[in-house]
């Protein structure tokens, strides 16, 4: 069954088209720095917000007009995927991401939903041998039930933490089934809302404990995805243990898994914690630590996750500087974790909101390879650091210098000249770098 019968393939037709269903910017055999866009880029469907997401918001029930609603239950989950397929297929998108209940119902009990997952994954998978499409990441939600009212690996109850554990080794044994490329810990209620009834020390034990549990049965079973943890401040819970990149870094170091998590990072996230993407990104880099993208951007005026398409070319621009310098995505990719906006109900928006984040996408890796090529950034940071290339700065990078050392050339009264960042004028070049390519 046809759920977009009306959509055409998207193709690229270049900057010169007016045609809303085609793409401007990405090309995806275009070579870009010695790699396919599509190398760069590694587009991935986010499911729970393409196939899921209704359009309800706390003041209004859903809008979303979409096919395969007529059904209920596992029937609409086996819809959802033809859907799935049909709509990568017409995008040229090669992977898909999802959360264990977004592609299949949960059921009275625990028993009732393996044996749901069991089939729909049967079905990903003959999809996926049909139609040559991958799974970037799987996930499990132990964030939505009830049950995960105080978290998932951070609960106060045993019986929910071994529930979550439960839940944790059937979403293992599903990527491995299904070939995911990483495995993402999202810890959606993995925090507290006060100290007054909280062991903090005891929560973030027990969460780790649940980590090397996951890397021990993974290593069991074959399964060699990189696991991949995705930082969020505040929502749902006010003090999330993995608030942003440098938190999560943190905690990995201090139980000793640092050397099998990388990080899967948010744009919205990012902005939700006071930080821009390409912080977050850098972040990462420097500790060897950057794994994945979700793509999608926030509103400024709101705070909270709103999740939308990206389409700011200055970000796009500066995430894939980011990524271009630190070496590339590896086993990642760029995730549209975004939603159409709730009057964007068509199933036309779907495919224009995925055109738009694409080619912004697209966009900004081009700009960022001209920055690179260029060396339009790096030589503006060349120059900034230069006093540390002779000298008492060549002194303090090699590790020859001393307090005292350092006293002894202070001593000698020498004037110090700073100079100007120019921050404005960078911001006017980065400017007219974007709107060149």
């Not at 999809?127 to 978290?151: D, E, I, Y």
């Not at 890796?365 to 900034?384: F, P, Q, Y």
Request: proline share 3%.
């Amino acid at each position: 069954m046809s759920y977009f019968k009306n959509i055409p393939a998207i193709a690229f037709e270049g900057k010169g088209s007016d045609n809303p269903l085609a793409f401007k910017h990405y090309d995806p055999s275009q070579i870009v720095l010695g790699k396919t866009m599509e190398e760069h880029l590694r587009y991935a469907v986010a499911y729970w917000h393409t196939f899921n997401a209704n359009g309800t918001d706390p003041f209004g029930s859903g809008t979303m007009v979409r096919g395969w609603d007529q059904f209920d239950g596992l029937d609409r989950s086996k819809a959802r995927v033809e859907a799935n397929f049909e709509f990568m297929e017409k995008l040229n998108i090669p992977y898909y991401c999802f959360h264990d209940i977004d592609i299949a119902p949960e059921g009275a009990t625990l028993q009732e939903t393996y044996k749901n997952l069991d089939v729909i994954v049967a079905l990903l998978k003959e999809a996926m041998n049909a139609s040559g499409k991958k799974l970037l990441w799987n996930t499990v939600n132990m964030f939505t039930n009830p049950r995960f009212v105080h978290g998932a690996g951070t609960t106060c109850n045993a019986d929910v933490y071994a529930y979550a554990g439960a839940q944790l080794k059937k979403g293992l044994e599903v990527g491995k089934e299904l070939g995911a490329e990483n495995y993402v810990f999202w810890g959606g209620r993995e925090g507290y809302e006060t100290l007054l009834n909280t062991d903090m020390g005891f929560e973030l034990d027990n969460l780790a404990r649940l980590y090397h549990m996951a890397i021990d049965y993974a290593n069991e079973i074959g399964f060699d995805a990189q696991f991949l943890i995705e930082p969020k401040p505040k929502e749902p819970t006010k003090h999330q243990y993995d608030f942003d990149a440098a938190t999560t870094i943190s905690f990995l170091q201090k139980y000793g898994l640092q050397d099998k998590f990388k990080l899967n990072l948010e744009a919205n996230h990012a902005t939700l914690a006071g930080h821009t993407f390409e912080h977050e990104i850098r972040t990462a880099a420097i500790n060897g630590m950057l794994g994945s993208l979700d793509a999608n951007q926030g509103d400024l005026l709101l705070g909270w996750d709103t999740d939308e398409f990206p389409t700011d070319l200055y970000s796009t621009t500066l995430t894939m500087y980011e990524v271009l310098k630190a070496g590339g995505l590896g086993r990642g990719g760029v995730n549209f974790d975004a939603k159409v906006r709730r009057g964007s109900f068509e199933d036309q928006d779907l495919f224009l909101a995925h055109i738009a984040g694409m080619d912004s996408f697209a966009w900004g890796l081009k700009a960022a390879a001209k920055l690179i090529e260029n060396r339009t950034l790096d030589s503006i940071v060349d120059h900034r650091y230069r006093s540390f290339k002779e000298g008492i700065g060549a002194d303090i990078v090699a590790g020859r210098a001393t307090l005292k050392s350092l006293e002894q050339y202070a001593l000698q009264n020498n004037p110090i000249v700073n100079e100007s960042g120019r921050q404005e004028r960078i911001r006017l070049m980065l400017s007219e770098v974007i709107f060149s390519v």
